[in-house]
Structure formats: C-alpha cells, structure tokens
C-alpha cells in the first residue's frame, strides 16, 4: 500500500487544539474542581507534582494522536465535516471509549463521572479534530 499524503500542517494544528482544549477542558472554567474530587487530589497536590515535560508528553501524544487520525480519515475518504466528525466519533468509541469504560470503571471500578469527564475531553477533540482533518486536505 502507497503511504497516503497527509496535511502535516493540519495534523499539527489539531494537535494544538487538543492541547488547548485539555487545558480548558480540566480547568476551574469547565471540571477542574469535580475531576480534581473524583481523583481524590487537591489542587495543592496536582500543582506541587507538575513538570513542564508532563506538558510537553501530552503535547507529543496528542501530535501522535491526530497523526494516526489524519491517516484514518484519509483511509475513509472523509471530507466533508460531517464524516470527519463520524470518522472521529468511531474511532473514539472503538478505541478509547469502550476500552477506557471496560478497564476503568468496569475492572477498576473507579466512578462513571471520572470516566465521563476524561472520555468527554477526548471525544470533543477526536470530534473537532476529524472535522479539521477532513475538509482541510
């Protein structure tokens, strides 16, 4: 199979907007208190273990992320914004959803809302980012 081209330029944006939405997503704006209750943490404790390379693990996942999504969307056709969104939307519940339900609260039994909370972050940015993905080719 020919390597498929992609938009490097678009794949790398999605990676920032997943970066930026993570930050948004688990700060006092939006579910920083109820995310921070449910991990049993305090703030205090979460910024005295933080480390600029936590930061940039995540920027490099999320850049690792939108590259693997980039080359599904191509694979699909996807080019519109709505089969970018349905090309993020299955891969989210195929391979994070589903399987980060069934190992956290189904095995660790850690509570529905955690689960939520993360789950939301990522479905919001495979959502957004097969959007970009799509109709920036």
Request: include cysteine; charged fraction near 10%.
């Amino acid at each position: 199979m020919a390597p498929m081209e992609l938009n490097y330029v678009a794949v790398l944006v999605c990676a920032v907007v997943m970066f930026v939405l993570g930050g948004v997503w688990y700060s006092p704006l939006l579910f920083a208190k109820k995310w921070t209750s449910l991990i049993n943490k305090t703030e205090e404790e979460l910024k005295s273990g933080s480390h600029p390379m936590m930061y940039v693990k995540a920027f490099i996942l999320g850049l690792m992320s939108t590259y693997v999504l980039a080359n599904v969307v191509n694979f699909a056709g996807a080019n519109t914004l709505e089969t970018g969104v349905m090309v993020g939307f299955i891969c989210w519940v195929g391979f994070t959803g589903a399987p980060t339900y069934n190992n956290q609260v189904n095995f660790l039994k850690q509570p529905v809302a955690l689960w939520g909370i993360d789950m939301g972050y990522t479905l919001v940015s495979f959502l957004m980012s097969g959007a970009i993905l799509a109709v920036w080719k």
